[in-house]
């Protein structure tokens, strides 16, 4: 930690080492460490309190399969926090000409993105693939730092800026790529800085019958990012009964198949066995899990970029690793 003092209102205090700029906590002035200029600071209302984001959770639940008959009576919060995850959001617009033998194509990409600028919640991962919402929001307040858990950035707005303006390449070389079967370029791009975003997102822990589980609700459009809920015994046993008899009828099927094709019983059955486990290994994996897992968000086919592209970008400007797709599509 070191010690700064706010060039508005003077008063002294403590921010992270690797901070590049913070807001004052009793004035509420934002402001670049290392010039001291101001710096453009929004953030996003809560519209899903405290009551409803646990409401919202709850009924998200109660709607998946297998979830236990007492689980609304019978669940209870232990422990909730709500924070604020700052955003370093830009404004991208992108232009790549494709040259084929039918001539000059030129495609267009334009988009508004929003970066998660703090890494370190175990909950990272979730941050970088979720959907954030950059309209709607409101210049910042003092009394926000008042209501949740306020955290300054850890990346830069220059790591964030390379990061979109790889991602917007990406994606306009890729139209290009998918549309045009010439040779293809980025003929002009332009990544302009919207400012610094506070982004609420609840953590719930809760309690059902002496097993913890915890959950992760966006505060401002009440979207179930990430939760975990228990399964009761009956569901656990029919996925249990259910991925059995699929190995048994796949390697029966196999022996016959392999008797008739190949006169070779034993490879039908061996062929049929691993089929079997391929397909069963969700509801095998469901029925011996001590959780089960769940969220609202987008799924991978429509990302905006595939696991390995965003992958290979992070870690190029971001500085850490990451198996999840990105998507901030907005």
């Given amino acids: ?30 402001f670049n460490l290392q010039t001291l200029q101001e710096w ?35 669940s209870n919060i232990t422990n909730i926090t709500l924070h604020y995850i700052p955003l370093h959001v830009f404004h991208t617009e992108a232009e790549a ?31 970088r693939s979720h959907k954030f919402s950059v309209r709607g929001r409101i210049f910042f307040k003092p009394s926000v730092l008042e209501r ?39 003929s002009k791009v332009d990544v302009n800085y919207v400012g610094l975003v506070h982004y609420p997102i609840w953590e719930f822990y809760y309690n059902y019958k002496n097993e913890s589980y915890k959950g992760l609700i966006d ?36 022996m016959m198949i392999g008797s008739i094709l190949v006169s070779n019983a034993i490879l039908g059955i061996i062929l049929g066995f691993i089929g079997s486990l391929v397909s069963s290994a969700p509801l095998l994996l469901t029925a011996l899990s001590l959780k089960e897992r769940g969220s609202e968000e987008i799924s991978k086919k429509d990302s905006l970029l595939s696991t390995e592209e965003v992958a290979s970008l992070i870690e190029k400007f971001a500085g850490f690793k990451t198996n999840i797709p990105v998507t901030f599509d907005v």
């Fill in 219 to 254: 505060g401002t459009n009440g979207r179930v990012m990430f939760v975990e809920y228990p399964l009761s015994r009956e569901a656990k046993t029919f996925l249990l009964v259910s991925s059995v008899a699929i190995v048994a009828a796949s390697s029966l099927g196999g």
């Fill in 1 to 30: 930690m070191k010690q700064v003092k706010c060039p508005n209102c003077g008063a002294s205090f403590e921010v992270i080492e690797t901070a590049s700029f913070t807001t004052c906590p009793y004035c509420g002035y934002t």
């Fill in 97 to 127: 000409t494709c040259q084929s033998g039918k001539g000059t194509a030129t495609y267009h990409k334009v988009l508004d993105l929003a970066i998660p600028a703090y890494n370190g919640f175990w909950f990272d991962s979730l941050l």
């Fill in 40 to 74: 453009v600071h929004y953030f996003f209302p809560v519209y899903f309190n405290q009551n409803s984001a646990w409401l919202k959770l709850k009924s998200f639940i109660l709607r998946r399969y297998g979830v236990p008959h007492d689980f609304y009576e019978s």
């Fill in 148 to 186: 949740g858990k306020y955290y300054p950035p850890n990346i830069s707005s220059e790591s964030a800026k390379n990061l979109s303006q790889s991602l917007v390449n990406s994606l306009v070389l890729r139209e290009a790529n998918e549309s045009c079967k010439g040779y293809s370029r980025i």
